[in-house]
């Protein structure tokens, strides 16, 4: 069945350090992509999406391109922010009953 | 108005209480569901309703009950909860046939403390 993967947290950075959050995907077909992001005690909040290969999602500075070739959406910032710690799902959607199948999370801390 | 509306916020009830939870969009979205989510953990469906029919029941024990009265609400009725039913419940909602292009709309919660 379809699934995500994204790499195990925690992942602690300094202000303005670069980041990566590492997604990868099994689907059929040729499904969306998403990444949400859920700041504490709040619920998930749509960060970027791609709904196609090649697609680059872009948001608040994060960054996501769909790559097909290697089944990859994975997220990226330039410079994070204090303000940048939650945690990341990256989810993907391939049709059907209109499920959105989530990876684990990946939760970042980010200290001045 | 782009919102999920949920409330309560916070709901603390016993195992042999009776509560709802409630869910309201005002976007027009025809495809709702809700989520259970634990502590560290990604959400888990539950219920799926499309155009107002339930069309997802993840196999849910029948403590939890969903309803959904018209295309803006969606309600989660529990009955004799136990304490490993304390979670954030989240609900969600999408235009119907358009989650590849816009995904989902969730949300904050109700955090739910079965004692």
């Known amino acids: 069945g379809d699934s995500v993967t994204q790499m195990e947290g925690p992942v602690t950075l300094s202000e303005e350090a670069f980041l990566t959050i590492n997604c990868t995907y099994t689907a059929t077909g040729y499904p969306s992509l998403f990444w949400y992001v859920q700041y504490p005690g709040e619920g998930l909040q749509l960060l970027l999406k791609a709904t196609k290969a090649d697609d680059k999602g872009s948001n608040k500075g994060f960054e996501a391109t769909y790559r097909k070739e290697t089944t990859s959406f994975h997220l990226e910032k330039g410079s994070v922010q204090v303000s940048d710690s939650a945690v990341y799902f990256c989810?993907?959607?391939?049709?059907?009953?209109?499920?959105?199948?989530f990876g684990a999370g990946t939760r970042l801390a980010v200290h001045p | 108005d782009t919102e999920v509306t949920q409330t309560p916020k916070h709901l603390v009830m016993g195992m042999t209480n009776k509560k709802s939870l409630k869910c309201e969009q005002h976007m027009g979205h025809r495809a709702m569901y809700w989520y259970k989510q634990k502590a560290k953990k990604p959400p888990e469906l539950m219920f799926v309703?499309?155009?107002?029919?339930?069309?997802i029941n993840e196999s849910v024990p029948s403590r939890f009950s969903p309803e959904c009265p018209n295309s803006s609400l969606l309600n989660l009725h529990l009955h004799a909860l136990q304490p490993e039913d304390s979670a954030l419940y989240l609900c969600a909602s999408s235009p119907h046939g358009d989650v590849r292009d816009y995904g989902y709309t969730f949300g904050s919660g109700t955090r739910l403390t079965v004692v």
């Open positions: 989810a993907l959607f391939s049709g059907g009953y209109n499920k959105l199948i």
């Open positions: 309703y499309s155009y107002e029919k339930l069309s």
